[in-house]
């Protein structure tokens, strides 16, 4: 009986992990370029996008911005 109260500790453990990491942070304005981390995904609330949905920003590493790559930032409008 211990052994399964542990193993579902655990396990509500790993979920509320899970839960966490896949909320994303909402901004209400869009960093300036370079100051984002390749693949760091933002929610903008700037007003840019139509009703129900709003801004995703994924950060890129292009080179003109002191990256090290040519991956640019991506934006697009997504529900909320």
């Known amino acids: 009986m211990l052994k399964n109260m542990g193993f579902i500790a655990g396990l509500l453990v790993v979920i509320s992990a899970s839960q966490s990491a896949r ?8 960093p300036p370029m370079g100051k984002m981390q390749e693949g760091e995904v ?10 129900g ?3 995703r920003v994924v950060g890129g590493n292009h080179v003109l911005v ?3 790559k040519h991956i640019v930032r991506t934006r697009s409008c997504v529900r909320r």
């Open 23 to 30: 909320a994303q942070m909402v901004v209400k304005e869009e």
């Open 42 to 51: 933002l929610l903008v609330d700037d007003g840019s996008c139509p009703a």
């Open 53 to 55: 949905q709003i801004k």
């Open 66 to 68: 002191g990256g090290t």
